[in-house]
């Protein structure tokens, strides 16, 4: 189960009103490379894992991405807390405005919603590790898209942060596919499914 | 077919490798915050990421001394709770390493003592510290506090 603790994993105090950045930064909420992806593609894949240990990973990584959406969410709203009629008239906010107002709604910076789709928990625990290692990789091209467009350090500083655990997570799902690999015959991996072939598979 | 007798690849072929993490000294824990991991030799940066500490610290237009101390200890409870998010990954895939379990242990009851006192002084973030330290139990008390994405600077 899960249970709530009162405080951000990273501290956001962002000042400034800026419904442009809110815009961009809300991608990793509801965008194809977001932290709600993210959580879900875990926390869906860890139940069929055919090592019990790479399914504890999946649940902390899984539940760590809740940490960071949590984050993305508060960078947005604060963001947006203050805005004018003035800011939403001038601003690339506007259409989202029109649908949500100043309410936090997952959604691509482009605007397409959110949706399933855009994780995979395919029941092969190769290929759900290869999924995840390309998830994360993915991600940390976006943080690295925000922080070359963005300046101001109260925004920069939690989305630096959220890059650097992408690359943290890449190297734990690298790990995890070693010690998949290592309940495998090196000779060749695909001659079953570790997840559905499960009496194929003697070390486990 | 055995392929073996065709062809001399000693390594699989058509299969990534990661080599496993060896351990190494971690940053201090409000470095390792800032920087978004406790491991040096995982800190693999981003050329446009800003280069200084955050502007993370206790709010700069606070005059009120008990602000001033909550967010000084908030900083503390989140350096010391984020070591211990990244320490348990790698002990998900280092469970048998000596100086990452001892490392566990001591940031769990730092955490611990942390989160008691936070209850004591200003409100509790988990109902556990409610009973932990020394939290006044003739009210309800959950609901005390601001809620974390307002910022705290409030």
């Known amino acids: 189960m899960f249970a709530y603790e009162k405080r951000l994993q990273f501290p956001v105090k962002i000042k400034n009103t800026n419904p442009d950045i809110a815009r961009l930064i809300m991608s990793q909420y ?3 490379d977001g932290e709600l992806s993210a959580s879900m593609r875990y926390l869906s894949q860890r139940y069929s894992m055919p090592v019990k240990k790479v399914g504890g990973l999946l649940t902390d990584i899984g539940t760590e991405e809740l940490n960071h959406m949590e984050i993305i969410c508060a960078m947005v709203y604060q963001l947006t807390r203050d805005l004018s009629e003035a800011d939403v008239k001038k601003a690339g906010f506007d259409a989202y405005y029109i649908d949500h107002t100043k309410g936090i709604w997952p959604q691509a910076a482009a605007g397409v919603p959110f949706t399933s789709l855009e994780f995979q928990s395919k029941g092969d625990a190769i290929t759900d590790l290869f999924e995840n290692l390309a998830a994360e990789q993915k991600a940390r091209t976006v943080y690295e898209n925000l922080l070359r467009v963005i300046d101001d350090p109260d925004v920069t500083a939690p989305l630096k942060f959220l890059r650097a655990r992408e690359i ?6 690298g790990e995890a596919l070693e010690m998949t690999k290592d309940t495998l ?3 060749n991996f695909y001659h079953f499914n570790p997840e559905f072939d499960k009496k194929m598979n003697s070390s486990l | 077919m055995d392929s073996s007798n065709l062809c001399s690849c000693t390594e699989p072929l058509a299969m990534a490798t990661v080599p496993m993490q060896e351990w190494c000294e971690p940053y201090d824990f409000t470095a390792a915050l800032a920087e978004g991991t406790i491991f040096p030799c995982l800190n693999l940066t981003f050329y446009k990421a800003p280069e200084k ?4 610290k206790p709010c700069s237009n606070t005059s009120n001394a008990s602000q001033k101390n909550r967010e000084e200890m908030m900083s503390e409870l989140s350096a010391v709770s984020f070591a211990l998010n990244d320490l348990t990954l790698y002990l998900d895939t280092h469970p048998d390493c000596p100086d990452g379990t001892a490392l566990f242990y001591r940031l ?3 955490r ?3 989160l008691s006192e936070f209850a004591d002084k200003f409100y509790p973030l988990t109902q556990i510290s409610m009973i932990t330290g020394n939290f006044e ?3 309800y008390g959950w609901p005390e506090g601001p809620m974390p994405w307002e910022g705290a600077c409030i």
Do not use: A, D, I, Y
């Open chain 1, 30 to 32: 509801g965008g194809p």
């Open chain 1, 168 to 173: 943290v997570h890449f190297q734990r799902f």
């Open chain 1, 185 to 187: 015959n090196s000779k």
């Open chain 2, 53 to 56: 500490k955050c502007t993370c």
């Open chain 2, 108 to 110: 769990l009851e730092q």
């Open chain 2, 112 to 114: 611990l003592k942390l």
């Open chain 2, 137 to 139: 139990q003739n009210k």
